[in-house]
DNA sequence: AAGTTGAGCTTACACGTGTACACTATTCTA
DNA sequence: TAGAATAGTGTACACGTGTAAGCTCAACTT
């Protein structure tokens, strides 16, 4: 049951995939990008794209599950070095900095998709952002000892506003990534001090 | 001087300019619309586009451009409602999602073309992002009394917030928006009040 | 060993695209 | 009022697109 000629396919299935994200800059979106093209950058005649998949479209959705797990990952790997001490939110900005330097296009696949006209992209990437925020705020709430729904709040914003400097990440030079993640930092700070200040009041005033 | 032939022409343009703006959907961006459908819904021959843009590029960035001034009356718009009493962070929101339901095909081309493939488009996009910054930085540097990099940061985070839970209203049904609108209040009282009190903080910190 | 399956190929087609070119008719200029 | 300028038109072309049809030949099944 090795099965040569599945494991064939699945090789040539992974070389479309690659050509697709090969071909993706900060020139390039999924969106235009012809099978076509993708085919020959593959190294198949245009045709054979259809033995792997009924559309672009369904290499897209691909695309952006792969680049979900990718960011999930990440997300393991930043929590390993938090154990080892440091500043949660330092260390978590770094990490994702770094995710953006090493998987720019990745990334881009992700933020485009996300406004883009796909009902079915938009959806998909919505979910991969919903899971790495789930966790996070997980996270907030078993380490800060918070409500659900502050930690939550707290989560979302805190995703939201990582995403937005990752995103101008992408433009910027050495220095302007240095400041960036400055800012961030100092923004993650403002939006963890207003919760634990703000859900504080809140318990005193429902008298717990 | 009056130009009768002027008039006839800006009259043109602006049938070119409003087609493009009124096949902008959901399922239909900038990027995918081409020169023949703009001309078509303007009831003009294909070939007469090129007698007001050199290209779609450049009929996108008068649509840009036309965004940020929406963008920035509405601004004031919300100031004019605060001056009459009020919660700043509730009206500003209450504002902004108004904007986004009378607006949102512009909307959505600013949020898409800020990610898009035209560095030229992002610039521009970028462009009236900064002012709209700017101006509520302004304002809360004199409301607040903060310094101007505490300011800077509230500012920037508020906007970078507000404009994703723009994008989020996009998809969402009435009672999801209400949700989201309240969610936001509160994520920009997050943002606020950690401005207020770590910036307190280093003041007392620096001795002044 | 014989027959079936399926990955990959070539060829072919209809369609939408941007834009060059030449033309008409109206407005502007002198 | 004669001539230049120009907004808008219709035709034409080359090009890239998605995909249908039918072929080959290696891998699978029985």
Redesign the pocket.
Known sequence: MS????Q??EK?RRLLVDAALNQLSAERSFSNL????VAKEA??????FY??FN??DELGLTLVDEAGLTLRQLMRQARQRIEKGGSVIQISVFTFMEFIEANGNVFRLLLRERSGTSPEFRAAVNREIRYFTMELCDYLQKANKLDHETSYLQANAAVIIVFSAGAEALDANKMEKEELTNRTIKQLRFIARGAMDLSARTKIMQGN
Chains 1, 2 share one sequence.
């Open positions: 099965g040569i000629r599945a064939q396919k040539t012809s099978l076509r093209e190294g198949l005649a245009a045709t054979s033995r792997h559309d672009m």
